[in-house]
């Protein structure tokens, strides 16, 4: 597979806030000449954060993404072994899945958090 896989905060931005991403992240998920995949795991974190208050989303999230045309990419039981065996460099749970989905399936991932790039995967900002 290669492809994009679109952090969380690239996401809200990319259906939002498309001025906070850098000119390539827009550029290349505007383009669609590659596939952009969204983990279930920046879902769930938006829902959990915007639960408790931490986060504005929107309602309509699943129209937006859809709209954008991402799509999704599931977990499977490799990605979680994966993100429970990697190094602590990150401790937030949805980024190591998201960097544990990009490592299984040969993903760059679009993200602004330099964590990602210690993992050894392939950042696009």
Do not use: N
Not at 34 to 49: D, H
């Amino acid at each position: 597979m290669s492809g994009l896989l679109v952090d969380t905060h690239a996401l809200l931005w990319s259906i939002g806030e498309v001025g906070r991403l850098s000119d390539a992240a827009r550029e290349s998920l505007e383009s669609m000449a590659t596939e952009a995949y969204v983990s279930p795991a920046s879902v769930w974190e938006i829902a959990i954060k915007r639960q408790a208050g931490k986060l504005e989303a929107p309602e309509s999230l699943f129209d937006e993404i859809r709209r954008a045309q991402f799509r999704e990419l599931p977990i499977s039981f490799e990605h979680a072994a994966i993100a429970g065996a990697l190094p602590l460099h990150h401790r937030d749970p949805f980024d190591r899945m998201i960097v544990a989905q990009a490592q299984s399936e040969r993903l760059t991932v679009v993200t602004s958090d330099p964590h990602f790039a210690v993992y050894g995967v392939a950042v696009l900002w």
